[in-house]
């Protein structure tokens, strides 16, 4: 009974721990060819589809999954898609699995559509979004709420997603709001080389920290969860 014990605290442990990685479904960066202009009113996100991102997710120096991101070209836009999959095995055992699979559509700078699907161990989740003259329509498995029109999902493939108050929750369709605790430069290994960036620390969809190089590339992140830290690291 003891032994059993163990187990269930310890699988409980790492549900938490984890968690907060899908909202790094988010986590997800690319180079920036060309933003849309602040002054016309357009969200500061690149107009051309960025070349795809791929992470390893890490836990206590461990590779327990991968977080995709790939941008598909269309008229006057591109779409995003997001996939995360993680496994942890303790003693050959499964403790733990997620699975998350969102689409973005982005059309002349803006966020015109959403739709996501999510396995988080034994739950499922379900988010559909779409843009309306009312602002932006979003149902999720609980209910139907509305966002502003320039909302943005909490996926973080650009820094601007970083700078927004608000934000849609990718795994849940809720609205959640963000803190930016602060902004420093930091020294990111990327393929041997030490790469300059700037990490925001937030509060919010994630809880840690997201670092960018100067054309918004996203390099490396770490989330903090219960004493447990998870780590981003751009694959080859």
């Given amino acids: 009974m003891e032994d059993r014990r163990w187990w269930l605290t310890r699988r409980a442990a790492l549900r938490v721990a984890l968690r907060g990685s899908v909202a790094a479904a988010g986590l997800l960066a690319a180079a920036t060819p060309r933003m849309a202009g602040a002054a016309s009113g357009d969200s500061l996100v690149p107009r051309t589809p960025p070349p795809p991102v791929r992470f390893d997710v890490i836990r206590a120096g461990s590779v327990i999954g991968r977080h995709d991101v790939n941008f598909v070209p269309a008229d006057s836009g591109y779409n995003v898609r997001t996939l995360i999959d993680i496994t942890v095995r303790m003693l050959g055992i499964k403790v733990f699995e997620y699975h998350h699979d969102g689409t973005e559509t982005w059309r002349a700078g803006r966020l015109r559509a959403f739709e996501s699907q999510t396995q988080d161990d034994d739950s499922d989740f379900f988010v559909n979004g779409h843009a309306t003259d009312d602002g932006f329509r979003i149902t999720n498995r609980k209910d ?8 943005m ?4 493939w650009t820094p601007e997603i970083a700078r927004r108050p608000l934000l849609i929750d990718p795994q849940r369709g809720r609205l959640k709001d963000q803190t930016l605790l602060g902004t420093d430069s930091l020294s990111v290994d990327v393929d041997g080389k030490a790469v300059s960036a700037i990490r925001y620390r937030l509060i919010g969809v994630t809880d840690g920290w997201v670092a960018y190089d100067d054309r918004g590339r ?15 690291r751009l694959r080859p």
């Fill in 153 to 156: 999902v909490g996926s973080y």
């Fill in 218 to 232: 996203w390099l490396a992140a770490e989330l903090k969860k219960k004493g447990s830290d998870i780590f981003y």
């Fill in 144 to 151: 139907t709420v509305m966002a502003p029109a320039d909302i």
